[in-house]
């Protein structure tokens, strides 16, 4: 057993607003500038819906991530030969027109342009040419079902288009995305440079942009498509996980940011040697098998062994506290995005609950329900769900949401000043006490404790410590010229 | 696994990661917030780099409060986050512009002449060259110009103005003081020292629930977020909480999961309805029919079928539903009628606003409580059900079910006259006998519950009459059994949990025409189930960021109450209607008047101004100033006689009022000055209108016919309408938005990183900073130091042209929460001889105020006299020491031989706004209770004890952000960590509502209300497209056009964001349905042409499912600005979504001087109804 610390973070989507708020405090940091324009190394989707890069979720079309041939798991893009005879050119990856092009307005010629014979407005104009534009394509043009006969009536997960125009069963909901930091991730793999890694001690997947020569293979490898390339410096770019912050123990940006409180980020101890049970599991075992290689940190020797694989003490402790543990594997609640691409995501969603079905007769009539409505009655189908989160294993997902509306249906009565119902519960595998604790992670739990994130252990670095604490920050320096 | 994939241990290797570090270091870190209004106030750190602000990330240390209730942090949004994008945006004026041509004109004139107020009147006075930069307006051709040269001009213009025509022409428009309380000041304190008038917002953009002060005698009191996770069940309608409360939707989803049941009522599928248990797609504009008929159910199963004790001892407690109604004979029926009152039964001082019940015993007693006891009385304005004579308990009946009915006439539209019985006694009063019966009983027979009485009762829930839920169907699209479900579980949740029923409601209700009948229906539930003044409970109407939390010393300084009063503070949705003309193109056909009563929503009006019900500037077609000379040199002595002298002269008709003749040219607004918000653009209903007649610019896109003429009486009709009304129109903004491209002058204003500012919200119970990161870059100052600027300038100026202080007379209407709220109990017309023009209490208030305009620039800066004893909402407390401390502890200023409170420096405002205010001060609070407790005769002030001795300054709320106190200018309790509930203050120490009654009020027995049928709650439809004036041609798609608010923009603000444009369709857009799109040849993205008579929008389309057919939504607010083509129906730039709007007046929210129906500022009159609108929309021809 190989045990290792990844941090994860974890995404409940029936609290999640659409708001996107995540995304711009990326943005802000970390791509307002040339060449990054374009990139949104968070964005949200609108599902159903075609996302960003336009229909990303198809890899017939893009060729991404890994595929399973009997016993062996290669990229679905590349084998040796194909990788030498593409090196110059990927032909699966999105184009710019996929994504969208980046625009500006011509914003001062309201102040300083000359007397007109009409109002003057500021028309659009490329980013990336400066010339005039017409806006055709946005980074989250489907917004909230915006163009839904183009764009969501033919998401790919979705099984039957008319669910949209049936006002009986419309639904929507929202899916915030970052780069997964995979366990077996196949931007790293795909790389000829060697540019992208993944860190031994949290994880955190990055390219490197000094050896990153801009082959986009990884871009096109990402079955995400959560690489970009950056035009302007000619090298591939993605989330980073926010390693300054989460490197100072505090919550990635976008997780800081999200005002829906749906993220929740925290350390988990997985068996790095059972990656491979994982990614060759049939689909529909995909999930569990995740599920086993992440190890409890309440164990006494997964404890041992994380010791002597030198995973610091504080971060056996955070993986104690982490929210990602329960509501991963403990509660079952959380699930990876779309596990068929074999790369062994490491953020995880907790599926939403949506309004119950109606009837549309003379007048619109929601179906009959009790005291909270059961799963059956919900508008999202749950094949669509599954087909998002596990590889199309419904009844796992039935049984995250039967949890979910166990805690509903246990705490309203609860909240009414009523003994709650422990029958309800452990039917669905929860007692009170993890009734209890699910509750908290779902609602009244703080910052500390939605973001349990350990420091970084630099001081165990090879050099100097002491001269590091003095030298940090100044980044290039040089010697006298001439030297002393 | 892949042999490739390896993890990498050795940081030392990985030196290259220093480059995303370096990006993330920072030089500094200021707590700052947004000021653009959206209820929001959410504390943000800014971070700032090399000089430069790049980031914003939210705070996170709302300090806990209740630790069963989720943490506040982290409040902020997506439009909040983008806010760093504006600082160095290429769309933000660096410097002063004003418009090339008055800046040619202007300097021409002071090349001949020295003074600069004769220069002013040689371009104004000059037909021609003032048309040649009036008719440009909107055009461009901005030029940049110095501070010296522009504040010299404005102040030209504002003494040339208050010479010529009175300081009463000079306006203000700035929204939302609570988003940035000291930059709302700024202008406002300016303004009123030199007699200008303050224009309102929030009834102007129909954020205004009149139904509140209906109900409650309350502008708005609202449950703070952190309450809602309180609820049992939720009812979100009209609101959208995922868009618009964005900090506050994870309550929303996180009550779910503590077992609150959520309903959500919404058209379309919203935002929020994904986390709906159940979505109820009703008609847009039609909840109420919907709630009518849940009441029904409600009302039959849960105090007829199965009485709640908790719901009848509710009702009979906290509602008008045990008053007396009396009941008029009327052909075969009963009409209902006024309430009985004490003053008809005994001798009683104020006793004609002292209203009574009857007793089990069938006595007619006369409780505590009612409004006539608040005023002249001691100890007797209290929620106990004892006599006010005798001080006895009374046993309060609520029905008088046990005994005679007699039939009574209900109408009802859509369905016509139903007579049905209803219990009554027969009293006897000073005028003889008469039949009464409880507002219960008439409620309930209303409702069509006929407990086995005769008359046109349903026979059950299917049967099609008022108001069952098989009758509902037809106007809410939604089915019976939905109806009978929801009202079931709604009254079983109320029963259970003693009133944790919530209900989130905002303007998708409250933009229609009959906005007050949609809220009643609804609070009419709420009540039903004892849910107002409850945790968890009540009506959480969210607009507008409009809670101006320490809202009595803020007053004062705002509007230079320390000085003087009283202030200039007109009705928006009056003016507007009024001065952009709206009023020549209005039949006022959706008006059908009772018989005596104005025929025309302009002459309702001019009523409203001449009875002292709502305000009116300019208020004579004379100059104030001028006015008292007059007055002076015809003798009169004191300021009586001045007095005397204009009643005698407006009695006579030789003086006028100006809305009588708002066409001539001496009645015009002149100089306007916006700030903070974005009059012209967002907040313009018919602002093809204001384009054409109020602004004059040349290229509205206006289309419909002047029709006014024979529908008006009293209002005086010239042939031509104005074009161009403003001599001067001054914009301070840090962006260029459409108030500013159409304005004169537009003034660099600082961003909201950069300036020291307070904010508050009733979305939660902290007070909130503003903080300068930086100071403002390029030329831009802050709005307090553009006025302090343009003050200094104006006094210099002033020394000349007014060496000595003059007297102004200012207008005022009768008041909210003073005495002349009871002053008119009918309404009787001095102008028809029905009674005598007396000032203050049968006609408008007249007060002789004094402007030292030399001084306007010492006076703003310094703090006077008159904060020492302020109050609020009708209660007042003393601060003479509180004056002496903080001069102790503040800059001082001295001048004419006194020293005084420096209010140089913003932070020196924030300081004393707080240190006078009794919700950051616990000393001011509890002399306020001490106030209160006179009138109640209750202990109140023990609750503020323990909080006593806390003081909030500007460096703690800088530190944190501070929750606010308990005070009894609001209605919540917040003591011991509850979260903020309204009227949980009255329920739990027996305060009145500041209604007739003192109790919750289902009757409005306003003689109006009962001629419209609007007494009780009720149905009545939307207005139909035939009475609206819009649509022409009747092939084409047409569609009622909705404006809800969005996810880009916070109104117009961050809508012309480079991030929000980039995250939406980057323009304009009308969501439109699929099948409706494909109907009319339209695709997705396709630009479309979306038009009616007031104006025509040219856009894009996005075409989806999730909106219902025969509607359309175009999101709160587009800008001019960006990327609109021209229109195919007019040939000129198309416009925004105001365009295809206009202002519709209802005049039942002009009534006045009637307890709850008295005019405060954005507290009460009608309101900017924008949603009973249709639309044409076609695909743009090239």
Redesign the interface.
């Given at each position: 057993m190989d045990v290792?610390a990844q941090l994860v973070m974890i995404f409940h989507l029936?609290?999640c607003?659409?708001?996107?708020?995540c995304?711009?405090?990326c943005?802000?940091?970390?791509t307002d500038r040339k060449g990054a324009e374009y990139m949104w190394w968070n964005n949200v989707e609108t599902k159903p819906g075609a996302g960003y890069p336009r229909f990303w979720e198809n890899q017939e079309k893009y060729k991404g991530g890994w595929v399973l041939k009997g016993n062996n798991?290669r990229l679905k893009a590349f084998g040796k030969l194909s990788t030498l005879l593409n090196i110059f050119y990927q032909p699966h990856m999105p184009k710019l027109e996929d994504y969208y092009h980046?625009?500006?307005?011509e914003?001062?010629?309201?102040?300083?342009?000359?007397?007109?014979?009409?109002?003057?407005?500021?028309?659009?104009i490329s980013l990336i040419t400066g010339e005039k534009m017409e806006?055709?394509s946005?980074?989250?043009?489907d917004?909230?079902?915006?163009?839904?006969?183009?764009y969501?009536e033919n998401d790919v997960n979705l099984e039957e288009r008319r669910i949209?125009?049936t006002?009986s069963r419309?639904?929507?909901?929202y899916l915030p995305r970052i780069c997964n930091h995979c366990l077996?991730?196949a931007c790293?793999?795909a790389c000829p440079q060697?540019a992208i890694?993944?860190?031994?001690?949290d994880?955190i997947v990055?390219v490197?942009?000094?050896?990153c020569r801009g082959w986009r293979f990884c871009v096109t490898a990402c079955p995400y498509k959560k690489v970009y390339y950056n035009w302007n410096t000619g090298k591939s770019e993605k989330c980073?996980f926010?390693?300054?912050?989460t490197e100072t123990a505090q919550a990635n940006?976008c997780a800081?940011?999200?005002?829906?409180?749906i993220r929740q980020v925290g350390v988990i101890l997985y068996d790095?040697d059972g990656?491979?049970d994982v990614?060759k599991s049939r689909d529909r075992d995909l999930v569990d098998a995740q599920r086993r290689i992440i190890l409890d940190p309440n164990n006494e020797n997964i404890v041992k062994l994380a010791k002597e694989n030198?995973v610091p003490d504080s971060w056996i402790e955070a993986a104690k506290k982490s929210p990602a543990y329960d509501l991963i594997k403990r509660f079952e609640v959380a699930f990876p995005l779309h596990p068929e691409f074999r790369t062994v995501p490491m953020t995880f969603y907790i599926p939403?609950?949506?309004?119950?079905l109606?009837?549309q007769?003379?007048?619109?009539?929601?179906e009959?329900?009790e005291e909270?409505?059961t799963r059956e009655m919900l508008r999202v189908p749950v094949k669509y769900l599954s087909s998002l989160f596990s590889a199309g294993n419904e009844e796992i997902i039935h049984e995250a949401l039967d949890r979910?509306i166990a805690?509903?249906?246990?705490?309203?009565?609860?909240?009414?000043?009523e003994e709650g119902d422990e029958s309800i519960l452990t039917k669905v595998g929860l007692d009170a006490d993890r009734a209890e604790r699910l509750?908290r992670l779902?609602?009244?739990?703080?910052?500390e404790e939605r973001f349990a994130i350990p420091s970084a252990r630099?001081e165990y670095?090879?050099?100097d410590v002491e001269e590091r604490k003095g030298m940090k920050?100044f980044?290039i320096t040089t010697g006298p010229r001439g030297g002393i | 696994m892949s042999g490739r994939i390896k993890d990498v241990f050795s940081p030392e290797t990985r030196s290259w990661e220093e480059f995303y570090r370096n990006r993330w270091q920072y030089d500094k870190v200021v707590r700052s917030t947004h000021g653009v209004n959206c209820t929001g106030s959410c504390s943000w750190f800014v971070y700032v780099k090399d000089g430069i602000i790049t980031w914003e990330l939210q705070a996170n240390d709302y300090p806990d409060f209740n630790s069963d209730i989720p943490n506040y942090e982290p409040r902020g949004c997506q439009r909040g986050i983008s806010a760093s994008w504006y600082v160095y945006s290429p769309l933000r004026p660096k410097f002063p512009y004003i418009r090339g041509r008055l800046l040619d004109l202007w300097r021409e004139a002071r090349k001949s002449h020295s003074d600069p107020v004769e220069a002013w009147k040689s371009i104004v006075e000059d037909p021609e060259k003032r048309n040649s930069y009036v008719k440009k307006r909107g055009m461009g051709g901005f030029r940049r110009a110095g501070w010296d040269e522009v504040a010299e001009i404005i102040s030209a213009s504002l003494i040339y103005t208050i010479k010529k025509h009175g300081p009463d022409r000079i306006i203000g428009f700035t929204p939302i003081p609570a988003m940035s309380m000291i930059s709302y000041a700024s202008g406002a304190r300016f303004l009123e020292l030199i007699g200008g008038v303050c224009m309102s917002f929030y009834d102007w953009y129909c954020d205004l629930p009149p139904s509140s002060p209906q109900t409650w005698g309350e502008q708005t009191d609202v449950n703070e977020s952190a309450d809602w996770y309180n609820a049992g069940f939720i009812a979100v309608m009209g609101s959208n909480p995922h868009m618009t409360r964005t900090p506050d939707a994870h309550f929303l989803t996180e009550a779910r999961y503590r077992g609150a049941k959520v309903a959500v009522f919404s058209p379309d599928f919203s935002q929020v309805s994904k986390n709906a248990d159940f979505w109820i797609p009703v008609e847009q504009g039609h909840d109420m029919a919907f709630w009518m008929a849940a009441n029904h159910v409600i009302m039959k199963e849960f105090y007829f079928d199965n009485p709640v004790d908790y719901f009848m001892e509710y009702a009979r407690k906290y509602t008008d539903f045990p008053f007396l109604v009396k009941l008029k004979e009327s052909g075969d029926a009963y009409e209902m009628g006024r309430f009985l009152r004490a003053s008809e039964i005994d001798e009683m001082d104020n006793g004609e606003w002292i209203l009574c019940v009857m007793d089990e015993s069938g006595e007619i007693r006369i409780p505590n409580g009612s409004i006539g006891l608040r005023w002249g009385y001691e100890g007797k304005w209290n929620l106990e059900m004892k006599d006010a004579r005798t001080g006895e308990e009374i046993n309060v009946a609520l029905t008088l079910i046990d005994g005679e009915s007699v039939p009574v006439r209900f109408r009802y539209d859509g369905y016509g006259e139903s007579i049905r019985h209803v219990p009554a006694r027969k009293i006897r009063t000073k005028e003889g006998e008469i039949y009464v019966a409880t507002v219960f009983d008439l409620f309930a027979a209303h409702l069509g519950i006929s407990r086995g009485l005769e008359g046109d009762y349903p026979e059950n829930y299917d049967d099609d009459r008022p108001f069952t839920p098989a009758w509902q169907e037809k106007y809410t699209g939604i089915g019976r059994s939905t109806v009978i479900k929801l009202a079931r579980d709604w009254g079983e949740n109320g029963a259970k949990t003693e009133g944790r029923n919530l209900v989130i409601i905002g303007p998708g209700l409250n933009h229609w025409y009959h906005n007050d009948l949609n809220y009643k229906a609804v609070i009419t539930a709420l009540i039903l189930t004892g849910s107002v003044g409850k945790n968890g409970g009540g009506l959480a109407h969210y607009v507008g960021q409009e809670k101006v939390v320490p809202i009595g010393s803020w007053a004062t300084v705002a509007f230079a109450g320390d000085w003087l009063k009283p202030p200039r503070l007109q009705n928006s949705p009056s003016f507007f209607y009024v001065h952009t003309d709206q009023w020549r193109y209005d039949r006022g056909a959706y008006v059908s008047s009772p018989d005596g009563l104005p025929g025309h929503p302009i002459d309702y009006n001019i009523k409203a101004v001449r009875l002292g019900w709502l305000p009116f500037y300019p208020q004579f077609n004379r100059n104030p100033i001028e006015l008292v000379e007059e007055a002076v040199a015809s003798g009169a002595k004191t300021d009586d006689e001045i007095r005397k002298w204009i009643v005698e002269k407006l009695k006579n008709g030789e003086l006028k009022f100006a809305i009588e003749d708002p066409d001539a040219e001496e009645n015009w607004p002149r100089v306007w000055f916006i700030w903070r918000g974005n009059p012209i653009g967002s907040s313009s209903k018919g602002h093809e209108y204001f384009l054409k007649h109020f602004v004059g610019s040349p290229n509205s896109n206006l289309m419909a016919k002047e029709v006014a003429k024979d529908f008006v009486q009293e209002v005086v009709w010239r042939e031509k309408a104005p074009e161009g009304k403003l001599d001067l129109i001054v914009d301070l903004n840090f962006r260029m938005d459409t108030s500013a491209v159409y304005s004169d002058i537009v003034l660099p204003t600082a961003h909201w990183y950069e300036k020291n500012d307070l904010s508050s919200t009733d979305l939660h119970s902290f007070i909130n900073c503003l903080g300068g990161a930086t100071d403002p870059p390029w030329e831009a100052k802050s709005d307090w130091n553009i006025f302090k600027t343009i003050a200094r300038k104006f006094s210099e100026l002033a020394e000349k042209h007014f060496s000595q202080p003059v007297k102004d007379v200012v207008m005022a209407p009768l008041l909210h929460d003073t005495p002349e709220e009871i002053t008119q109990p009918d309404v009787r017309d001095w102008k028809l001889g029905e009674c005598e023009p007396i000032p203050g209490k049968t006609m408008p208030k007249l007060a002789v105020v004094e402007r030292d305009y030399p001084n306007v620039y010492n006076r703003f800066i310094s703090l006077g006299d008159g904060i020492k004893n302020i109050g609020a909402h009708g209660v007042s407390w003393n601060g003479d020491d509180i004056y002496e401390e903080l001069l102790k502890e503040l800059p001082a200023v001295e001048w004419d031989g006194k020293k005084r409170i420096s209010l140089e420096d913003e932070v020196s405002v924030a300081e004393v706004i707080l240190r006078f205010a009794p919700e950051t001060n616990g000393e001011v609070s509890y002399r306020a209770f001490k106030d209160l407790e006179k009138k109640v005769g209750k202990e109140l002030a023990k609750i503020i004890e323990p909080y006593r001795s806390v003081k909030i300054t500007f460096s703690d709320v800088k530190a944190q952000p501070r929750r606010i106190l308990t005070s009894p200018v609001w209605s919540g309790n917040i003591t011991e960590g509850r979260a903020y509930s309204p009227y949980t203050l009255n329920v739990d120490l027996e305060i009145p509502w500041r209604t007739l009654s003192g109790r919750q009020e289902i009757y409005l027995d306003h003689p109006y209300y009962i001629a419209f049928d609007e007494a009780l709650p009720t149905f009545k439809r939307k207005l139909d497209a035939s009475v609206l004036d819009e649509i022409e041609v009747e092939d084409g798609l047409i569609l009622n056009f909705i404006t809800p608010h969005g996810k880009w923009s916070i109104h117009s603000t961050y809508y012309d964001n480079l991030r929000m444009l980039t995250l939406s369709r980057g323009g304009e857009v009308l969501w439109i349905n699929d099948e409706d799109a494909r109907s009319a040849g339209i695709n997705d993205n396709d630009w479309i042409e979306v038009f009616n008579n007031n104006g025509v929008i040219v856009c894009r389309a996005i075409v989806s499912s999730r909106v219902p057919r025969g509607m359309c939504l175009m999101y709160h607010a587009p800008e001019r600005t960006l990327y609109i083509p021209k229109s195919s129906v007019t040939g000129r730039r198309g416009g925004i979504h105001n365009s295809v709007t206009r202002a519709r007046l209802k005049p039942l929210l002009m009534v006045g001087g009637y307890a709850q129906f008295s005019y405060y500022f954005n507290y009460w009159g009608p309101t900017g109804v924008n949603r009973d609108t249709l639309v044409l929309v076609r695909k743009l021809r090239r």
């Open positions: 290792r029936d609290k607003l659409g708001c996107h708020t995304s711009i405090s943005k802000n940091i970390w798991v980046p625009w500006t307005y914003y001062s010629k309201l102040y300083e342009g000359d007397e007109e014979d009409d109002q003057p407005v500021a028309e659009p806006i055709e946005g980074p989250n043009w917004d909230d079902l915006g163009g839904s006969p183009l969501a949209l125009n006002f419309l639904f929507m909901f077996n991730p790293v793999a060697r890694y993944k860190r031994g001690e994880g990055l490197d942009q000094e050896t980073i926010c390693y300054p912050r940006a800081h940011s999200c005002v829906g409180k790095a990656i491979d990614i030198g939403p609950l949506s309004p119950i109606a009837t007769r003379i007048a619109y009539d929601v009959d329900y909270i409505p979910m805690l509903r249906h246990y705490m309203r009565a609860k909240n009414l000043g509750y779902f609602t009244l739990a703080g910052y630099r670095d090879a050099v920050g980044g | -």
